[in-house]
């Protein structure tokens, strides 16, 4: 079993920056492809970023491209969100998950953190 950790999230000023971290354990020596997604009240989970095992390839929403960047440090089993340029539009509850493939689909995601509540003040 892989259990995912989220933390880093809090309220933040629309044009500022957070950093969120997803620490994985469990299944020590196991490396997956990685993702984190959002959730905003009354809207469906949405796809934020992914990134493949190696962290040689990320993988973007049109909507934070260029403002986010994900990020893994496979020693530390964790991987990281860094979220600049926020808007209003960017809270929600942020999530971590793992999965067997890269995937942009929740669906396809096997184990998820609790999350985590990005707020952006105008």
């Known amino acids: 079993q892989v259990q995912l950790v989220e933390s880093g999230g809090g309220l933040v000023q629309a044009g500022g920056s957070l950093s969120l971290s997803c620490v994985v354990s469990?299944?020590?020596?196991?490396?997956?492809?990685m993702g984190w997604f959002r959730q905003a009240p009354g809207k469906e989970r949405e796809f934020v970023a992914a990134i493949n095992y190696s962290g040689s390839s990320t993988y973007y929403a049109d909507s934070v491209k260029d403002r986010f960047t994900i990020s893994r440090h496979n020693a530390k089993n964790t991987m990281y969100l860094q979220m600049n340029s926020l808007k209003p539009e960017d809270t929600a509850v942020y999530y971590c998950a793992a999965s067997r493939v890269v995937s942009r689909s929740p669906q396809d995601y096997d184990w998820w953190g609790q999350g985590t509540q990005v707020t952006v003040s105008s």
């Open positions: 469990g299944r020590p020596g196991s490396i997956y492809p």
